[in-house]
């Protein structure tokens, strides 16, 4: 790698530059040697000195010259009047070095040291930041430094939050500035200091960003600090249980393995081959500590005194929003008999959420369950996504008996929150021509309708929601597919939101005990939403969509039958989530995109589960360990399910190859793409 | 020639990530600069070729640079060596003598137990920040590895398809682990300096190519990004700061190279996750302004940098599809320079550091003729050398 010659630039410019070159490389030959030496004479660091003040960003320099510091420092004792002038010469070349680059990491950091080695006059630096600041007032470092010097002074966060007023007053768009007061106003908050209570303050400073974004509706500064404040309105510290299924008055019908005709059509009958269901728990946020100590259970159901609860999460986690445990019923006495089981939470502590909140508002709920003798074995058909399937009887368009739609805790203060929200709805429908203002008004309707428990009028924003969304994705085609996205979960919640909406997408199929199916297909949805509210669901068509993932479906712990075909999965690992759905028996992947995508695959191959050696080796790994390889993420999802029939044609990685392999992976498989292998 | 400003550009190793500064990255700049005129219209095209001259003629321009006591080698490496296996054209690299360099900046200590002093035992950035040997033998009065010199150090290694069982990385990680606070942050250097998410970037990344998770307590560092997550969703350098691209890239690539995210975070419930995956997307989103390019914080200019930094961390958690990317691109070829490379604004002079961050980016948009992208390690898949 020898040189080639370089370009000519005109003589005097490279004899000067190599002038300064060669005196630069002396300079730093010579500093070199003191450091090296250990010398921290008067002379040695003037060229210190010398150095940082052509580069501030010389961090050997600014590391010499702490070990200068305290050398000098260790021969002169504490005399605070000897130790003072050492300390103001640091800052004095910290100064000027800043003057010459104000974002020098090295030296805000070694002037960060020197306060700490005990300067007196920090009373200064407030003087010298403000200096800074007026000059560019978005410096992150100078923020930063601010910050420090705040902590280390004791200087009081209302004070400083007088300071934020005035930059923001001063200049609207300074981000930086709004950034720093919600720093501040969380902290004022979470300590409680005088005055600031959120459902006074919020109110507040809604008023004060008002000013900034009608000012300049364009600046973005404005528009984060209100969805901040959003935030604020809405979320609750506390978990809270927002479902669980079986749900509070509901009765289900249990039944071994097989086929149990006639059951009422207002009932959910779950068979299980195992002689147990599931009970799901479904928070509105992630919590730890779901344990038969912190879930009481009083059931007549025997041998169900110590229940194992797991966290659905795709990490090996330990908390999650979605818990599960078994309950056995088949050691129950012969014969139909019916058996109350009442659950219980929050009477003992142990459920924190992520954050560290306590689950702290005790709730119970009580479901009937109705266990049956197994009928006899059925055989297995094909499930046909096209015909089977019955309406939604009218008589129970009440699906309370099924699920529960409304919110479960509503022990939380929603009056000002509401009033909130209220008030910014109307303010921002004034502002609804713009991208922006439309963005924010429909986030604005999204919290005041999960905030609302009038079933009455529950339900009525999703329109203009829709609307809204419509609106934006014509207007601003280059986030088109985020709004579309938030446009599927708007719409989602519109068909949750009652028991009307909801249940004309319900069905009944026939041919398998009933089961409850929900037909979400042709909707063009692109994300999964709701899920808490769709628990009881057996069966659940999303063909004709634009989904690209399965996540969320993992807390659907009935589902039988899932239709995926004509969405845009890309390949099997976004279908991770469905290893735990441990009742999953029929598959309909078809076309879609699996295989298309080779860089996708290859991307996993930096961080792909074959490489962990902690996973046992199986015998389809041993056998065929060029198939695993290749297919890796086929195989990591299909081994863990327990399929009876699969759909994977009309994608790029179907064919002969790919179809042997899944019945090596999965040898109990009924049906593939709609034959029975071998045949 | 811009020689000068390179030959003292102490601290190059550490930036980066380093922001939106107009000098910053001034100190690439090519020898391009002798050219004068008008800047020439953009092609329309990824100018592979030319920028393979450009990356050819950087890699010839290393030993120049080395006399001249340059600093930040291993940075300046990184980009012409991992740019040129961008550009699938590792054939005009030397592996054995490239390796042979970059290890001749390995620190090692006099004698295993030294180890127990708190030095770091990783890479130094350059020749001037490491001490010849002296008389007695005494090997490194002053050890200088950074965090930063070392991560480009084993990328180039890993690039190049090095094998890395040669080094002794029991040793480094065991030995990084001392730059580890209580507070989960890592300082770049063991004499000190700032703490901040580059550097537990770094860390990671390290871990990760070294396929060991004993340098650092992973813990106590997901603690620590988790704290700097900021009101609207980005992250910023440390607790409390503003969210800042390149921060935001250090945080969710740390998260992913940890195992704490996964892929397709977004369509996972946000409050399952540990961090507030909808705020983090609509933030990045935001970041792409209406010249298309990506900008490192609100309110400022775009820059190519951040097509990469932001660009990277939507495709990390699954939203890449929600770019304009078409936008995107054109905004970068009007970075391209006629000579090959990037600049940081449009109608500069390109520098490496935004060349190779335009290369990246490009490699996001899946330019056919570039290897594609390891996003969370910033460098090129390659399948044999198992990236």
Not at chain 1, 78 to 97: G, M, Q, T
Not at chain 1, 109 to 121: I, M, Q
Not at chain 1, 379 to 394: C, H, K, M, N, P
Request: glycine share 6%; proline share 4%.
């Amino acid at each position: 790698m020898h040189g080639r010659p370089r370009k000519a630039s005109k003589p005097e410019e490279e004899a000067a530059s190599a002038a300064k070159a060669v005196k630069l490389r002396s300079l730093q030959s010579q500093f070199m040697t003191y450091h090296h030496d250990k010398i921290y004479t008067k002379e040695a660091i003037e060229l210190s000195t010398k150095l940082l003040e052509i580069n501030p960003e010389a961090y050997t320099a600014w590391n010499y010259r702490k070990l200068a510091v305290e050398d000098s420092l260790s021969r002169i004792g504490p005399d605070p009047s000897l130790v003072k002038p050492i300390l103001d010469e640091e800052l004095r070349v910290v100064e000027n070095a800043l003057k010459q680059n104000f974002k020098s990491y090295g030296a805000w950091h070694h002037r960060k040291w020197v306060l700490s080695k005990g300067h007196s006059s920090t009373g200064n630096e407030l003087k010298l930041l403000d200096k800074f600041q007026k000059l560019d007032s978005r410096n992150f470092h100078a923020w930063n430094y601010r910050r420090f010097v705040v902590e280390l002074t004791n200087r009081s966060e209302q004070d400083e939050l007088q300071y934020t007023d005035d930059m923001i007053n001063n200049n609207f768009s300074n981000y930086s500035a709004w950034h720093n007061r919600s720093v501040l106003l969380s902290s004022l908050l979470a300590n409680r200091a005088d005055g600031f209570v959120p459902e006074k303050k919020i109110p507040d400073e809604y008023e004060i960003v008002h000013q900034a974004i009608f000012t300049d509706p364009d600046d973005q500064s404005g528009w984060f600090y209100h969805l901040w404040l959003l935030d604020q309105t809405v979320n609750v510290e506390s978990p809270l249980l927002t479902s669980s299924w079986p749900s509070h008055g509901s009765s289900v019908i249990l039944s071994g393995a097989g086929c149990f005709n006639g059951s009422p059509s207002n009932f959910t009958t779950f068979c299980s081959e195992t002689g147990s269901f599931p009970l799901i728990l479904y928070f509105d946020q992630a919590v730890g500590g779901v344990s038969s100590l912190t879930v009481t259970l009083d059931s007549e159901l025997k041998g169900n005194e110590n229940l194992v609860w797991e966290p659905i999460s795709n990490k090996s986690s330990q908390v999650s929003c979605v818990w599960v445990a078994r309950l056995n019923f088949s050691s129950q006495p012969c014969g139909s008999k019916d058996y109350k089981v009442k659950v219980r939470l929050g009477n003992s502590p142990g459920i924190v959420s992520s954050r560290g909140f306590n689950f702290s508002a005790p709730y119970e709920f009580v479901f009937t369950a109705h266990v049956h003798d197994p009928a006899k074995d059925s055989q297995e058909r094909i499930v046909s996504w096209t015909d089977g399937f019955e309406l939604w009887d009218a008589q129970s368009k009440d699906l309370n008996s099924l699920v529960t739609l409304g919110q479960l805790n509503a022990g939380i203060d929603l009056k000002w929150r509401q009033a909130a929200i209220d008030s910014e709805i109307e303010c921002f429908r004034l502002l609804a021509d713009s991208k922006i203002g439309k963005l924010t008004l429909a986030r604005l309707l999204m919290a005041s309708e999960a905030m609302m428990s009038d079933a009455a009028v529950k339900g009525v924003h999703y329109e203009e929601i829709l609307q809204l969304y419509n609106d934006l994705m014509a207007l601003d085609s280059s986030h088109h597919h985020y709004y579309k996205d938030e446009h599927s979960v708007a719409f989602l919640h519109k068909v949750t939101s009652s028991s009307e909406s909801l249940s004309r997408y319900l069905f009944r199929y026939r041919d398998m005990n009933n089961l409850v199916c929900l037909r979400l297909n042709k909707l063009s949805l692109s994300r999964i939403a709701s899920v808490n509210k769709l628990l009881f669901v057996q069966m659940l068509d999303l063909s004709h969509n634009e989904l690209h993932s399965t996540e969320g479906l993992e807390a659907m712990q009935l589902l039988s039958c899932l239709n995926l075909s004509h969405n845009r999965i890309r390949s099997f690992s976004a279908l991770d989530s469905l290893r735990h759905v441990k009742q999953l028996k029929v598959l309909d992947v078809s076309h879609n995109h699996i295989g298309k995508h080779s860089v996708d695959t290859t991307r996993y191959l930096c961080s792909s589960p074959l490489s962990n050696s902690d996973l046992s080796q199986d015998d389809v790994r041993r056998q065929n360990p060029g198939l695993v390889t290749k297919y890796w993420d086929a195989y990591f999802v299909l081994r863990d399910l327990n399929l009876k029939q699969l759909d994977i044609a009309g994608n790029e990685i179907a064919g002969d190859e790919f179809n042997s392999f899944v019945l090596q992976v999965v040898p109990k498989l009924v049906w593939l793409n709609g034959q029975k292998p071998g045949n | 020639m811009s020689e000068t400003a390179v030959s003292i550009d102490w601290d190059r190793s550490k930036s980066e990530e380093e922001d939106d500064d107009e000098e910053e990255e001034e100190e690439y700049s090519s020898p391009m600069q002798s050219f004068p005129g008008p800047p020439p219209p953009p092609s329309a095209n990824f100018e592979k070729d030319r920028h393979l001259v450009y990356l050819e003629m950087m890699y010839e321009l290393l030993p120049y640079h080395y006399q001249s006591q340059e600093i930040n080698r291993l940075t300046l490496a990184h980009f012409i060596i991992s740019g040129l296996h961008f550009l699938n054209a590792k054939d005009r690299v030397d592996k054995d003598v490239v390796a042979k360099w970059v290890l001749s900046f390995q620190a090692l200590p006099s004698n295993r137990v030294s180890l127990k002093d708190g030095e770091f035992y990783g890479f130094f950035g350059s020749r001037s920040s490491q001490f010849p040997v002296d008389e007695n033998g005494d090997f490194l009065t002053h050890n200088s590895s950074h965090l930063a010199s070392t991560y480009c150090a084993l990328a180039i290694l890993k690039v190049t398809g090095h094998d890395l069982s040669t080094i002794d990385s029991e040793l480094l990680l065991l030995s990084m682990k001392n730059l580890q606070q209580d507070d989960g942050s890592f300082m770049p250097i063991h004499i000190g300096g700032e703490t901040d998410l580059r550097f537990v970037y770094c860390a990671a990344a390290i871990c990760y190519m070294l396929d060991s998770w004993s340098g650092m307590d992973k813990e106590k560092a997901k603690n620590y990004i988790l704290n700097c997550q900021s009101y609207d969703g980005g992250f910023g350098l440390i607790p409390g700061s503003e969210s800042h691209g390149g921060a935001t890239y250090c945080a969710i690539a740390s998260l992913r190279l940890m195992g704490f995210i996964g892929v397709d975070l977004l369509s996972n419930d946000s409050s399952s996750s540990v961090i507030n995956p909808s705020l983090l997307l609509n933030w990045c989103l935001q970041r792409q302004a209406n010249d298309g390019g990506f900008q490192g914080r609100t309110n400022k200019p775009s820059d190519t940098c951040y097509a990469f930094w932001i660009g990277a961390v939507l495709k990390l958690v699954g939203g890449d599809a929600l770019i304009d990317k078409i936008a995107l691109r054109k905004f970068l070829l009007n970075c391209q320079s006629k000579y090959g490379g990037f600049s940081k604004f449009p109608g500069q002079l390109p520098d490496l550091y935004h060349s190779y961050y335009g290369y990246t980016a490009f490699s996001l948009l899946e330019e056919p003729s570039l290897s594609p992208l390891c996003p969370e390690l910033g460098l090129p898949l390659l399948a044999a050398t198992g990236i």
